[in-house]
């Protein structure tokens, strides 16, 4: 399968990127890893008239520490986030959900940034990033704007990102100590998308009252969604068989997923409540461990 | 639009369209035919070539996108005195491929992945091949194909190369 013709730029600055995007305007699609893009323009489902191919503007590929804010440039590969262990270290959730991220070739390619700027909800960092409560960081011409995760996802690939505007860094606040966290999702095969997932991060106190807890799932909406009613029910309380029981049935009624071939709706909604449950246990698990 | 692309050692300037594939201009533009397209849809690792030395699908790639980079396919595994990779060496001596199709992917991947994991275990060979599909379903003696490699390639006697039935 061939794409539709396009015209195609590789700009070697940011700044040189944002103007081409400018310039073109909506018929411009900004080219990063292109394991999402590509398909869908093989399958004429997106036909840009534009392709912008960040991969050669140099920068945006670090993973960094800095003023309890660790940051990531949107151009790292899913490799690189595989194999990072300060990331790793801090968010074990980080292995989890990258080796469940297509299979290696493709994490060889695919880009954190593209993950997210996307917006599909069966892409599997978006629920992450609502557990660990990330802000995105889009450059456009009139510099960078910060967005908090809650307010990236509008709908079907659809995000907060502008027009001219480049994803170019997700930041994540460091958690205190005694913070876990752990990704699943259920799939048929390697590289397929998910049949439910689910993301969770908790804190505990030294008595183990839940502080704080972010939960975020995987295609069972058109959004990705924050399990808001289940984190509540978790704040302030032990975790206890009672407390995950109650926060696990809250995020089976508050998703709404769509019955197709990876199964029914109720079959899913089964799926996240058992995927929460193992989740905010392995995410317990660690902070003991 | 003209790229030039290094494969294989040699240097190729080449005129394209941005929307030609990078498998497309391996096979058509240059002829190296080893490189197959099973998919087209970035699933089955047929296509599977390194780039850079990372290993890729050219499916999912374009051939603009590997302008001034390197590109190895399964033609330039072999040594120049025509000995064969500890690969694919492994591949025949361990009934590796049954209709061979996958084959090329399979060892481009393997490529990288001893090169990352001189010594893996079998779970990780497995999970580290799980991008690439063979249909005849011949895993376990691509696994062995691939410890053998890794034995050779660290100095160390492989194991038994009798077929396996499981």
Sequence with gaps: MIAQSFKYESPGTLAEAISMLNKYGEDAKVLSGGHSLIPMMKLRFANPEWLIDINGIPGLAYIKEEGGIMKIGALNREADIEHSDLLKKQFPIFGDVTKQIADPQVRNRGTIGGNLAHGDAANDHPAVMLALRATVIATGSNGERSIPIDEFFFGFYMTALQHGEILTEIQIPIPPARTGSAYHKLERKVGDYATAGVAVQLTLDKNGICKAAGIGLTNVNATPLRASRSETALIGKPITDETITEAAKYASEDCSPSSDLRGSEEYKRAMVAVLVKRMIHKAVERISG | ?166
């Excluded at chain 2, 061979?100 to 001893?114: H, N």
Aim: aromatic share 4%; glycine share 10%; proline share 4%.
């Design chain 2, 1 to 166: 639009m003209e790229i030039t692309v290094t494969v294989n050692s040699g240097q190729h300037t080449l005129d394209v369209e941005p929307r030609t594939l990078l498998v497309h201009m391996i096979r058509e533009n240059l002829n190296l035919t080893g490189t197959h397209i099973g998919c087209d849809t970035t699933n089955c690792g047929a296509c599977t070539i390194l780039l850079d030395g990372k290993s890729v699908k050219s499916c999912t790639i374009l051939a603009v996108q590997a302008n001034g980079k390197s590109v190895s396919t399964i033609e330039g595994v072999i040594s120049a005195e025509g000995q064969l990779h500890p690969l694919q060496e492994g591949f025949k001596e361990n009934h590796g491929l049954h209709c061979g199709f996958c084959t090329p992917g399979m060892i481009m991947r393997s490529i990288e992945l001893l090169e990352n994991n001189p010594n893996p275990t079998e779970d990780e060979i497995r999970w580290g091949i799980s991008g690439n599909l063979c249909r005849c379903t011949g895993y376990n003696n691509i696994v062995k194909a691939i410890e053998y490699a890794s034995a050779k390639m660290r100095g160390v006697e492989p194991a038994s190369t009798e077929p396996q039935f499981v």
